[in-house]
C-alpha cells in the first residue's frame, strides 16, 4: 500500500469525481500535450476510471506559491501533477517543498525525464512531498496510482511498472521494475480536441511552441541520453494521424512545431509529413515553422526533408544539423552512431548551393570523454571555416544515461560530474562535467569561453557575408583574443565563480563590467558588446571600416542573430 489513502468518500464509499491537474512550470512558451496523452490512455482502455476523473486545463507556465495554491483550492485539485526536466526541477521541487504543508487532502505525483527514482535510493528522503514518483513512460503507472486513489485497488510492485512509492504499513520504498509503454494508435489531439483547444487559449505567451511527437524512444543508446530512461532501445510510432493533426494546428492557430521524436526521418512518413506541412505553407499561408532532431542515419531522407522544408519556407534562416562532434574518436566513446563529417558537409553545401539565401547550424556537444582544449578548438574551428553556424551546448548526462549511471563507464574516461548552478534567476541546477582523463575543470573553462568567441564570431561573419562586406579570419581573431586581457578576465571569473561559489556563469564581462551571463549566452553577450565590436575592428581591412562600424552602430549583428535564432532547434 502506499502513503497516501484512497481518494474514496466516507459517506457509502462512493467515489467522487477526481479533478487532476498537471504542473509543468516551464519559463518559457511551450504547451505541454502530457495530460492529452495520459487522457487519451486512461479513457480507451480504461472506460470505468475514466469515468470517475475530470481533467483540469494544464498550469503551463511558472507561477508564484500563492497562485498554485489559490488555484488548487478554487478548482478543488485532488491529484496534482508536477513534470520534472533539467531546466525546472531545482525550482519546482523547491515549490512543493514549500507548498506541501498548506495542501490538505491532495495527492502529489512527480513524472518527467529528471525523476531518478529508479537509481537513486535516497529519491523519497530528498523529495518527502511527492506521494507517487514516475519514471520513463507514464501512463500505465499514472493509471495504477489513479486507481489506487480513486478505486482502492491495492497497488503492489509486480502488477505495475515505472514508478514508485512508499509503502505505508513497513514503511520501505517500493519501485516497481520498468516496462517499455508503447505508444498509442490514437492521437492525444483529436481525441482530445476541446481540452486542447483550450491549452492553447490559456497560453499567454504571443507565439507557443508545441512539441509533436510521433514516435517513443531512440534505437541508439549515446552515453549522454536517456530516451526510455535509459533502460531500453525499443522504438513504437503513432501512424496515419498526422495529417488530422496538423490541420488542427492550422485552426488553433499553433504555427511554431517542434519534432521531438529522437530520430525525424527514421520513418519515410517523416517525409510526408514534412511535404504536408510545406504544402500548407505554400497553398494555404500557414505560416508554419518547423524545426527537430534529425536521423543519425538515414541522411537520404534527411536531405529529402530539407528539401522539402526549404521549399515550403518551414524554417526562417537556418538548416539544423545534430553532429555533436566531428572528432570520430570522441564519437565512439559517447557510443554515437554517424555517417562521418564529410557526409554531413557535402549535404551542408547542396543545400546552401540550392537555397543560398539560408545557412547551415551544427549542434555541437563539449565537455565529451575524450575531448581536449586543442581537439575542441579544432572542431570549432572546422565548422566555422566553412561558414557553418555553431549551435554550442555543454555535456549535461542526463539522470538516467549511461554517463550517469555507469560506474565502469565513469571509470573508464576518469568523470567527475558536479551539480552546478548555471542560471543565477531561475536556479537552475544541472550536472556537468568537472574533469575527466582528456581535461581538467579549467580546461572546460576555457573550452566555454572559446566557444563563446568561436560562436559570435561565426554569427558576425554570416552577417557580414549577408551584408556583401568581406568576413574576418576568425582564427586570426581568436590567437588574439587567447592572449588579451578579455580572456583572462572572461577566464578568471568563470573559474572563479565556479570553484569558490559552484555557479557556473559569468558575473564580469571582458571589460571587467558587472554582468550576469550564462555559459552558453558568452556569444550573444560579446555580439551585442561595444568594446568587443570596437576591438574587432583592427582585424577589418581598412577600406571596410567603416561598414563595420556602420553594421555595429546599426545592431546588424544582433538583429542577424534573433532571425537565426528565431528557427526551432
Known amino acids: ?103 490538505h ?35 500505465q503507472a499514472f493509471v495504477d496510482i489513479v486507481n489506487h486513489l480513486v478505486l482502492g485497488s491495492p497497488l503492489i510492485a509486480f502488477n505495475t511498472s515505472n514508478c514508485a512509492w512508499k509503502n505505508s504499513n513497513t514503511g520501505k520504498i517500493v ?54 530512461s535509459g533502460l531500453g532501445n525499443k522504438v513504437s510510432r503513432r501512424k496515419n494521424t498526422y495529417q488530422q493533426e496538423i490541420d488542427l494546428f492550422q485552426r488553433v492557430g499553433i504555427t511554431n512545431i517542434y ?21 500548407k505553407n505554400l497553398k494555404e499561408n500557414a505560416g508554419f515553422n518547423v524545426g527537430g532532431s534529425f536521423s543519425k542515419l538515414k541522411k537520404e531522407n534527411n536531405l529529402k ?22 572528432n570520430q574518436e570522441v564519437m565512439k566513446n559517447i557510443n554515437r552512431p554517424d555517417v562521418g563529417w564529410d557526409v554531413h ?96 575543470q579549467s580546461d572546460l573553462v576555457a573550452m566555454t569561453v572559446i566557444t563563446g568567441i568561436y560562436w559570435a564570431m561565426s554569427y558576425i561573419n554570416l552577417a557580414l557575408i549577408e551584408n556583401n562586406v568581406e568576413t574576418l579570419n576568425i582564427a586570426e581573431v581568436v590567437l588574439d583574443f587567447l592572449n588579451s586581457d578579455y580572456y583572462k578576465h572572461l577566464h578568471t571569473n568563470l573559474y572563479e565563480n565556479w570553484t569558490t561559489k559552484n555557479n557556473f556563469y559569468f558575473t564580469k564581462g571582458i571589460d571587467q563590467d558587472s554582468v550576469e551571463i550564462i555559459d552558453n549566452g558568452l556569444h550573444a553577450y560579446l555580439i551585442c558588446n561595444s568594446v568587443f565590436l570596437k576591438y574587432l575592428l583592427k582585424f577589418v581591412p581598412s577600406h571596410n571600416q567603416k561598414k563595420f562600424t556602420k553594421l555595429s552602430i546599426n545592431s546588424t549583428f544582433k538583429n542577424y542573430m534573433k532571425i537565426v535564432d528565431s528557427d526551432l532547434d
Open 1 to 103: 500500500m502506499s502513503s497516501s489513502p484512497s481518494i474514496i468518500s466516507s459517506e457509502n464509499k462512493k467515489i467522487k469525481k477526481i479533478k487532476i491537474l498537471l504542473y509543468h512550470c516551464d519559463y518559457g512558451s511551450w504547451i505541454y500535450t502530457t495530460a492529452l496523452q495520459l487522457k487519451t490512455y486512461i479513457d480507451l482502455l480504461y472506460p470505468a476510471t475514466a469515468e470517475k476523473l475530470e481533467w483540469l486545463i494544464p498550469l503551463q507556465n511558472e507561477v508564484s506559491d500563492e497562485e498554485l495554491l489559490q488555484h488548487i483550492k478554487q478548482n478543488k485539485v485532488d491529484i496534482l501533477c508536477t513534470s520534472h526536466y533539467l531546466w525546472n526541477h531545482e525550482h519546482l521541487t523547491n515549490q512543493l517543498c514549500r507548498i506541501k504543508d498548506r495542501l
Open 105 to 139: 487532502h491532495q495527492t502529489v505525483i512527480a513524472g518527467g525525464p529528471s525523476i531518478d527514482v529508479n537509481v537513486n535510493e535516497k529519491f523519497f528522503q530528498q523529495h518527502p512531498y511527492i506521494d507517487y514518483a514516475v519514471y520513463g513512460a507514464g501512463e
Open 175 to 228: 519501485v516497481a521494475d520498468y516496462k517499455f509503454v508503447k505508444m498509442l494508435e490514437a492521437s492525444p489531439f483529436l481525441h482530445n480536441e476541446t481540452m486542447f483547444i483550450n491549452m492553447v487559449e490559456n497560453n499567454q505567451h504571443p507565439t507557443p511552441r508545441l512539441a509533436y511527437t510521433l514516435t517513443r524512444g531512440c534505437p541508439y543508446a549515446c552515453t549522454f541520453c536517456d530516451w526510455n
Open 259 to 279: 519534432l521531438a521524436d529522437a530520430n525525424v526521418g527514421q520513418y519515410d512518413e517523416d517525409i510526408s509529413m514534412i511535404e504536408y506541412f510545406a504544402k
Open 305 to 326: 526533408i530539407f528539401h522539402s522544408m526549404a521549399r515550403g519556407q518551414l524554417m526562417r534562416k537556418t538548416f539544423n544539423f545534430s553532429v555533436q562532434e566531428i
Open 345 to 440: 558537409l557535402a549535404m551542408i553545401e547542396e543545400l546552401t548551393t540550392s537555397y543560398p539565401h539560408l545557412i547551415a547550424k551544427v549542434q555541437l556537444i563539449y565537455g565529451l570523454p575524450g575531448q581536449t582544449l586543442h581537439s575542441w578548438q579544432q572542431t570549432l574551428q572546422t565548422v566555422t571555416e566553412k561558414n557553418i553556424l555553431p549551435l554550442v551546448f555543454l555535456n549535461e548526462p542526463l539522470p538516467a544515461s549511461p554517463a550517469m549511471c555507469d560506474p565502469e563507464y565513469q571509470k573508464q574516461f576518469q568523470f567527475e560530474y558536479v551539480y552546478s548552478r548555471r542560471i543565477s534567476t531561475k536556479k537552475y541546477f544541472s550536472y556537468i562535467p568537472k574533469k575527466s582523463n582528456s581535461f581538467d
